[in-house]
Nanobody, 120 residues
Framework: QVQLVESGGGLVQSGGSLRLSCVAS????????MGWYRQVLGKQRELVAG???????NYLDFVKGRFTISRDGAKNTVYLQMNSLKPEDTAVYYC??????????????WGQGTQVTVSS
């Protein structure tokens, strides 16, 4: 079993910054991919940023140059630094991690979600 706990959401004015964190715990062997997704009510969940075990990253075009994803492998933690926030960034943000348990089983887990609200 693997658990993900997110933190760092909140209310911020347009142009402001927030930093999201997501910590994984449990029977983790290795984590191959960490990602941040977001979802607005009535719309599909979309990938905001992802990072592989090797540090390769990819971003949603709308957030390129404003958001930065990073990871601390030793702490099983992924971060999302969000700068120059816009009202359109308002959503529930979810972290996702995929990897292998200590028993060599694949896992794919989601965090509980954290609300990010950007006021204009």
């Amino acid at each position: 079993q693997v658990q993900l706990v997110e933190s760092g959401g909140g209310l911020v004015q347009s142009g402001g910054s927030l930093r999201l964190s997501c910590v994984a715990s449990g029977s983790i062997g290795s984590i191959n991919h960490m990602g941040w997704y977001r979802q607005v009510l009535g719309k599909q969940r979309e990938l905001v940023a992802g990072i592989t075990r090797d540090g390769d990253t990819n971003y949603l075009d709308f957030v390129k140059g404003r958001f930065t994803i990073s990871r601390d492998g030793a702490k099983n933690t992924v971060y999302l630094q969000m700068n120059s926030l816009k009202p359109e960034d308002t959503a529930v943000y979810y972290c996702n991690m995929r990897g292998i348990t200590v028993w060599n089983h694949r896992f794919d887990y989601w965090g509980q979600g954290t609300q990010v609200t950007v006021s204009s």
